[in-house]
């Protein structure tokens, strides 16, 4: 079982919808981490959080330390939103361990 | 800005080269990380490094080589390439003190 679950592994939506991206994982951890990836690769961090909850413009993220669990939210999406979106977790060490990623397609 | 660069951004090479990626910040970085990237797959660590004169081998260091010339360049090295070392590789910094990582815009490598 890998140590970093992501779900759905595909999504495709309509611009405007609301958008749930959901990342559970089996180990403790230090903070859980927020990527996004585009089309020609590179990856920027959207969000690094260890508790609670943290919004930028029309993207909310959340965590339940208790269950593992985080949730990657997006409000009206928009087509450039398209990406991979990877849930990634570091522990004690500092180093990451990733999901495999959601591919987020939104259509005009 | 401060960045992440890496060279090249593509190449194409043959099974039995060899091979290096480069890779430099200008962020002040100690800690500087390689991981690849396969479809479908999440990133896997290479090799990192927390210092100049601390390198470690990450989960899938078999085949490759790094050296870590100066606080602002880690190089990866595949001493003879293979084909399933086909993948994107990105480089990645982060502070000593911190959890985040600041990737470079990755290389992708193809091996005939």
């Known amino acids: 079982k890998n140590e970093v679950e992501q779900s759905p592994q595909n999504l495709t939506a309509q611009e405007g919808e609301f958008i749930t991206i959901n990342c559970s994982y089996s180990?403790?951890?230090?903070?859980l981490h927020w990527l996004q990836q585009h089309p020609g690769g590179g990856i920027v961090s959207l969000f690094m959080?260890?508790?609670g909850k943290k919004k930028h413009g029309r993207l909310i993220a959340t965590i339940n330390i208790q269950e593992k669990h985080s949730s990657l939210h997006i409000t009206a999406s928009h087509p450039r939103d398209s990406a991979v979106y990877i849930c990634?977790?570091?522990?004690?060490?500092?180093?990451?361990?990733f999901g495999s990623g959601t591919q987020l397609t939104v259509l005009p | 800005d401060a960045d992440v660069t890496q060279t090249p951004r593509n190449r194409i090479t043959k099974t039995g080269k060899r091979i290096m990626l480069e890779c430099s910040q200008t962020?002040?970085?100690?800690?500087m990380y390689w991981y690849r990237q396969d479809p479908g797959l999440g990133l896997q660590l290479i090799y990192y490094?927390?210092?100049?004169?601390?390198?470690n081998k990450g989960e899938i260091s078999d085949g490759y080589s790094v050296s870590r010339q100066a606080q602002a360049k880690f190089s990866l090295s595949l001493e003879s390439a293979i084909p399933n070392q086909t993948a994107l590789y990105f480089c990645?910094?982060?502070?000593?003190?911190?959890?985040?990582?600041?990737f470079g815009p990755g290389t992708r490598l193809t091996v005939l």
């Open positions: 490094s927390f210092d100049v004169k601390d390198i």
């Open positions: 180990v403790g951890i230090s903070a």
């Open positions: 962020k002040g970085h100690d800690r």
């Open positions: 990645a910094t982060s502070r000593t003190s911190g959890n985040e990582q600041f």
């Open positions: 959080l260890s508790s």
């Open positions: 990634a977790v570091s522990g004690s060490a500092r180093q990451l361990t």
